[in-house]
């Protein structure tokens, strides 16, 4: 079974859910650490931050949002490994998590670190400045191709899901250009807004302050349809280009966790989800609910983990 029908499947069951988590018993850590490698406005950042302001009142505690950037995540996952098992620390996961451990082999990998939940999907979209001249990938694409050397596109850290994307471009393409690394969404988004880039690829939730300012125009979503909040904005693939990317966003602590604290976050994500309130922010941001608890968590990231090993392979930067 690959990673889309998994999503699926899992999107099903998230949408089946009545939305009242079993009674939560008192958290037994307060405060807890949440930790992620993104600077802030990145991604993982605005994720953490946005969904700490529900978890509050559900599970009863606290929470801090703690930045630990260096080695492209593998500073924040050693340090959340090396924690006490007891939910007090988690670590902000995404496909990074996995690409840093097969890329740099870290003293600390994916697999250093135990899954908790899946919470969401998290769509791709890759844009440029309104006094771009590019209205689609495609006239990027053209660009490049006719100004060899000249193309500068933009991702996340080196180890990104955004920087494999933009490789795959390239190659799907027949084209080359520089792909510039950044320490997170901010970042990027300051380079895309000068004009040092072409354009940028990231989350509609890092990029969403300047879409509504009006600062930056969407030229394709990386994804395998339409965005329904974007809909006239063709994907990738649509514009001839072969390059879909998954991008989940969850939470993993050090191994040890007991079962009864990872079935506590569980229940409080399947509550807030359900939430109105929640779905209102997650919905501006074209996220897509995909509720996994331990047990599921585990078996999708090492599906992803096989998943990218294979890209990665075929890109001829692993062996």
Not at 37 to 65: C, N, Q, W, Y
Not at 119 to 127: N, T
Not at 142 to 147: P, R, V
Not at 243 to 265: E, H, N, S, Y
Request: hydrophobic share 45%.
């Amino acid at each position: 079974m690959t990673i889309r029908k998994w999503i699926a499947g899992a999107a099903l069951a998230a949408l089946a859910v009545s939305g009242a988590a079993s009674a939560q018993t008192k958290y037994p850590v307060n405060p807890v650490s949440l930790v992620t490698h993104s600077s802030p406005g990145g991604g993982s950042d605005v994720f953490l931050r946005e969904l700490i302001k529900h978890l509050t009142p559900v599970m009863g505690t606290s929470f801090a949002v703690d930045n630990v950037r260096g080695g492209s995540g593998a500073a924040a996952m050693a340090k959340v490994a090396k924690s006490a098992p007891n939910g007090g620390s988690l670590y902000a996961t995404t496909p990074t998590y996995i690409q840093t451990t097969l890329l740099s082999k870290p003293e600390v990998g994916y697999d250093g670190l135990d899954p908790i939940v899946i919470v969401f999907l998290d769509p791709e979209v890759i844009y440029t400045r309104v006094e771009s001249p590019f209205r689609t990938v495609a006239d990027a694409i053209a660009y490049a191709k006719a100004n060899p050397g000249r193309a500068k596109w933009g991702a996340a850290n080196p180890a990104s899901l955004e920087r494999i994307a933009l490789e795959q471009l390239k190659k799907a393409a027949g084209v080359q250009a520089a792909v510039v690394s950044h320490e997170g969404g901010g970042d990027l988004m300051i380079n895309v807004l000068n004009g040092t880039l072409d354009f940028g690829i990231g989350e509609v939730q890092e990029i969403r302050a300047q879409l509504d300012a009006g600062k930056i125009r969407v030229l394709g979503t990386v994804t395998d349809r339409r965005l329904p909040d974007f809909a006239n904005v063709p994907t990738v693939k649509e514009q001839g280009f072969d390059v879909v990317v998954t991008k989940f966003r969850g939470l993993a602590g050090p191994k040890g966790i007991p079962d009864d604290v990872a079935k506590q976050w569980e229940d409080a994500i399947r509550a807030v989800i359900a939430s109105d309130a929640y779905k209102k922010e997650y919905a501006k941001e074209s996220l897509i609910p995909v509720v996994m608890g331990r047990s599921e968590a585990r078996a999708f990231t090492q599906k992803a983990a096989t998943e990218i090993t294979q890209t990665l392979r075929e890109l001829g930067v692993v062996r």
